[in-house]
């Protein structure tokens, strides 16, 4: 199966919330690698490598009433996976 990447800005109440974990034990539990990271402008940028099936069940996630604080939009690209990433952290 092959691997895609996806880059998403995730804009909202997504700060001083306990998003970017939530979003690493969320993303550990699909067997994805990567990082969530808080950008200067108030959104979170979250990296997420692995099998389709599993990086569209976190995208998902990152929509639902289950992701913490209060999101706005998931703006989310998808690539060819890099293999950059050992496992999932936060930044």
């Known amino acids: 199966m092959s691997q895609v990447r ?3 800005i995730v804009t909202g109440r997504v700060q001083g919330v ?3 974990y939530s979003t690493m034990h969320q993303a ?10 808080n950008q200067s402008d108030g959104s979170v940028q979250v990296i997420a490598e692995g099998d389709r099936e599993s990086v569209d069940s ?12 209060r999101v706005k939009n998931v703006d989310a690209t998808f690539t060819p996976a890099t293999g950059e990433f050992s496992g999932f952290w936060v930044d």
């Open 6 to 8: 996806l880059t998403a």
């Open 18 to 20: 306990g998003f970017r």
């Open 28 to 37: 550990r539990s699909l067997g994805l690698s990567g990082e969530a990271a």
């Open 58 to 69: 976190l995208v998902e996630w990152l929509q639902s009433r289950d992701a913490p604080g």
